[in-house]
């Protein structure tokens, strides 16, 4: 199966699907991020705060499979926000992953009330330039956020991770992000499975009309919306079937009966109203 890939605005690229471990038990992720690379994926999405770099790391040691063939991706934690501790988080996430590098550092919030996301960046700007990661970008940023880094520094963010799945498709933040030429990495892609997005029409009508399962056609809609997706499941049959997306496709009936479900439904934290 081969993943399509999306060139970044660095020069980089990116495998479009790939494997997310949010929630994954650190004592389990290594079975499962090992049956994920068994199963085709090449590109993880971790986070320092997840607290199973160790596991994806061995995961990856153990597969063998050459490094220049794998898409990691790790984030930069809230408190750790600010120059020298930037430099001091990315070097103990590598040590975490036994990697030299990562492919891809994110901040992982903004944190606006923290007045620290620009300094950040200029750090990761420098993590860069170090060969500690080949692209940088940010999580969570709204527009005016990207605005100030795009503004305060020499690099525009290559991504911008932001929750998004049918009920909440950020049409404001793709807008002025493909303006920019950022790429919209999508996470809780499945809404996270906190509202019956299977169960909707457009999406069971869908399914029903290719013989696939409903994650598989909203799967399908982020690749034809050209956004970036990392499904994340514990159990392997569900982890295969999620990479198991390149046989069918959906018509633009379809996307756009699927858009039409956007309602503003955020499932998750509200990136200038929840810190943590
Ligand atoms: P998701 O939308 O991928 O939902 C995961 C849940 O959907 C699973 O727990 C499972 O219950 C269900 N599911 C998965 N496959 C299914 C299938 N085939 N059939 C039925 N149900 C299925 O949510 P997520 O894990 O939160 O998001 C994906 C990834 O995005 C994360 O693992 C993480 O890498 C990233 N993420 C980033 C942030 C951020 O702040 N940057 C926040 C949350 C998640």
């Known amino acids: 199966m081969t993943v399509p890939t999306i060139a970044l605005n660095d020069g980089t690229t990116i495998p479009q699907l790939g494997f997310g471990v949010f929630k994954v038990d650190p004592d389990e992720t290594e079975r499962i991020v090992t049956d994920a690379l068994e ?14 770099e160790v596991g994806v790391g061995r ?4 597969s063998g499979i050459p490094r220049d063939e794998l898409f990691i991706t790790t984030k930069l934690w809230n408190s750790d926000q600010g120059t020298q501790s930037a430099f001091d988080a990315i070097d103990l996430s590598l040590e975490k992953l036994g990697l030299d ?35 940088i970008g940010v999580s969570n940023f709204h527009v005016e956020h990207l605005e100030k880094v795009i503004a305060g520094s020499s690099t525009v ?25 950022i790429h919209i990495e999508s996470w809780g892609p499945l809404g996270q499975g906190k509202y019956d997005l299977f169960g909707m029409g457009p999406v069971a009508d869908a399914a029903a009309a290719h013989g696939a ?12 919306n050209g956004l970036i997706v990392f499904p994340k499941s514990n159990s392997r049959e569900r982890v295969a079937e999620n990479f198991d997306v390149f ?3 959906l018509t633009a009936a379809e996307v756009a009966a699927i858009d039409g479900l956007d309602a503003g439904m955020r499932m998750g934290s509200n990136p200038v109203k929840d810190f943590f």
């Open 39 to 52: 199963v085709g994926y090449r590109h993880i999405d971790t986070a320092a705060i997840y607290g199973n």
């Open 59 to 62: 995961a990856i040691e153990k």
């Open 101 to 135: 590098s990562v492919n891809l550092y994110l901040i992982h919030w903004p944190r606006p009330d923290l007045d620290k996301y620009l300094e950040t960046w200029l750090a990761l700007e420098q993590i860069k330039a170090d060969g500690k990661t080949a692209s």
């Open 157 to 181: 963010p290559a991504v911008d991770q932001i929750e998004l799945h049918p009920g909440l498709a950020q049409k404001e933040i793709r807008d002025f992000a493909a303006s920019k030429g």
């Open 213 to 224: 399962t409903p994650a598989q056609v909203v799967i399908r809609w982020h690749l034809q």
């Open 247 to 249: 046989g069918f496709e």
